[in-house]
């Protein structure tokens, strides 16, 4: 049986990271056409020649998430090379672990474009070239990668949070303006909890530079108090569930969220 995914082109944003990374592995494993982007071009291009080396069709590009003009060029690079764009994964994103008085505007605004405004920007230009591309009857999925963080508040993590939250929100909304324009475009989201990743890593070190976790066991802490089934989520876990969302098992899924927390939210 041919998976659903096989000669699909996806585009994953914030691919040479840990979810980004996993979650590329696993597309190319079930036969996606991968666009490939992180903000430093020599990034993409070093993890696009790690799928091209093993026969996998990849396009490598440098993208800016804030920025307009490289939305505008990675897509006509997407369209050079493919002709078409079947899926965009919205996974770039950025923390930050800081008391609200202690914030400065700057600060704030720096998440927000990256986490919030990169996200608008994606749906927007992938939507239009989903649009123009793709043949009748066949539809367009986008996945924007949000986090518990967006469903639940957190101290010290109030400008993460509110980027989370305007993903979650504006997913849904997508979905339904989509829906409501009868346009085969599904607009679905992930929620993940504490990765085991750099971006984790990070995490983890904010609260033990806070005094809020011991440092000689602070992921072991983490685990305990927020995790019930009893680990951090691998990225490959936060991937799987990318995976579902752009395929076609998910097909009457839009507006929907997936929550990937080892029960953290159901306590």
Known sequence: MTDSLTNKVIM??????????????????????????????????????????????????????????????????????????????????VYLFRAIEDMTLAEWRDLHAVNSDGVFLGTRFAARTMRETLPAGETGRIVN??????????????????????????????????????????????????VDDAMGEALLQAQVDAGRLPADKARDAMVALRHPIGRLANPEDVAKAIAFLLSDDSDYMTGSSLVIDGGLTAQ
């Open 12 to 93: 994953v944003t914030g691919a040479a990271g840990g979810i980004g990374s996993a979650t590329c592995r696993l597309l190319a494993d079930r036969g996606a056409r991968l666009v490939v982007t992180d903000r430093l071009e020599s990034d993409a291009i070093a993890f696009a020649a790690e799928f091209t080396e093993i026969g996998k069709d990849t396009l490598g590009i440098a993208l800016d998430v804030t920025l307009e003009a490289h939305w505008q060029a990675a897509m006509d690079a997407t369209l050079a090379q493919y002709g078409r764009l079947d899926g965009l994964v919205n996974n770039a994103g």
């Open 145 to 194: 990668v949000s986090s518990v963080a967006g469903l639940v508040g957190a101290p010290f993590q109030s400008a993460y949070n509110a980027s989370k939250g305007a993903i979650t929100l504006f997913s849904k909304s997508a979905a339904l303006e989509f829906a409501a324009r009868k346009e085969p475009i599904r607009v679905n989201v992930v929620h993940p909890a504490v």
